[in-house]
């Protein structure tokens, strides 16, 4: 075993192959390590979360040194059969690279019964591992930008079904009308890890295209006609989004936790109307937001700045609608039919609104978080939607605060110092390659949002050319694509990924990084207990 440094709370344990660690993943999900959280498994490597104030890496390095990981077996699980039309777009091409007829690796692949392994990419999408080790191919060279829900593929010696349309570089050799994902069951991911899928050609059919639509909005509590008590959306501004703290504990269906990107600004704003912290409010990306009051509404607004100017109407003929301002960072009162307006942010990027109350509508997975890598949770915030308000569950809050509460935000085109963890595969880089990245300042791309910071710079370099096993990620990950142009993700990034991530930002910097704005500059400044630990207490613990 190797032990990896990820970020000021997470470490990654690289191992053998994939049944070793999913020896370990059982282990550890049987019998958890006191003050570890969620395991996220991928092809030879467990990431595990932990908190710090309960537990040390070393002590975590010990107990699992000491863990037996014999008499496990793969694929106990549950067996699935799966029917597929083969039709897809890379049969003959995989075909051709493995020196078989398209007959033959439909006979191969549907021959042996495989084991999930893991999860990630996208929620119910499965690594399915242990089929004929014929069939080992590798990913295109250029990946699609659009692959049809449904759609069955190979990677390398791994198959997989893609729950819902999106990019992906695998080999398409068929579809499936069987939907890996849907909400309406108690288990919506049709795979777990553990369970055996048994590949089943069928003939004729059509190309799947299950849509997520239907699945991923959260019903609303009643028609807009009908809210008397809340808020109704004039003008989204350009991206309104309804965020809580997330979803956290199902990474065993590939979703990850997602949430607000800058939850500090969200407790904030929960606190100042009396709700607990983390009820769901507005995660406005630039402002412009117009709403108009249903029934009283007590509000608050934290985050990046911006001016808020509430209009109360006044009946035809008797006079102008009369304006007033009020702050940042203090409750305020609308009256019914009064319409609040949010300018756009003077530094930053996201502001969060909170009303007293609460948003009265289904959750998702227990969250009102909008992924929008996923397509989970509600659906972006549009004109005319109308948001009900619950009812406070106590009486008239405590919200005075002696001053407004601070929140780091960062203008555009200033430079922002980021603390990073170096790790898990800072040693796929050259020592130059991690200079530049902590010696040079990097431009945030126009291109960027809740996924990643899409970052430009001088390109990072790497020493290592193999393909690297898909491996879990973590919020603040520094993934290094072949362009070598980094990506810095956020909320909404893959549960799992491919390119080698240099470096993590460590927690306490993460909703600063969702606040960075378009043309906003980035310098990471290398810091690490864990690293220190590693080199000076336990040299089998890789710094």
Known sequence: MRFLPVRDDALLIELDDLPTTLALFDSLSSDPIAGTGELIPGARTLLVFYRPSAVTPAQIVRAVRSRDLGGRVAGEGALIEIPVTYDGEDLNEVAGLLGLSADEVVRLHTGQDYAVGFTGFAPGFAYLSGGHPALDVPRRSSPRTRIPAGSVALAGTFSGVYPRESPGGWQLIGTTEARMWD???????????????????????SRAAVSMSAETAAPAAASAAEVTHGLEILDPGLLTLLQDLGRPGYASMGVSTSGALDPVSLR???RLVGNPSGHAGLELTFGG????????????????????TITTPVSPGVGSARTRNVEMGRPFALAAGEELVLGHPTSGLRSYLAVRGGFDLEPVLGSLSTDVLAGLGPAPVTAGTVLPVGTPARGIPAVALPDPPTIDTVDAAAEVVLDVVLGPRTDWFSAD???????QSWLVSARSNRVGLRLEGEPLTRVVDAELPSEGTVSGA?????????????????????????????????????????????RFRPIGPFAAYSL???PEVTP
């Open 433 to 439: 390659a991690v200079d530049a990245l902590t010696g």
């Open 478 to 522: 520094i993934q290094i694509p072949p362009n070598g142009q980094p990506v810095l993700f956020l909320a909404d990034h893959p549960l799992t990924g491919g390119y080698p991530v240099i470096g993590s930002v460590a927690t306490h910097h993460l909703p600063l990084a969702g606040q960075l704005p378009p043309g906003a500059r980035i």
């Open 268 to 270: 904030a704003a929960n």
């Open 289 to 308: 937001l117009r709403l108009r009051a249903r029934g009283e509404q007590v509000l608050a607004v934290s985050g990046a700045p911006v001016s808020l």
């Open 536 to 538: 000076a207490d336990n």
């Open 183 to 205: 909400l309406s069951r108690d288990r919506p991911a049709l795979l777990l890890p553990g369970d055996r899928v048994r590949f089943v050609a069928v003939s004729g059919g």
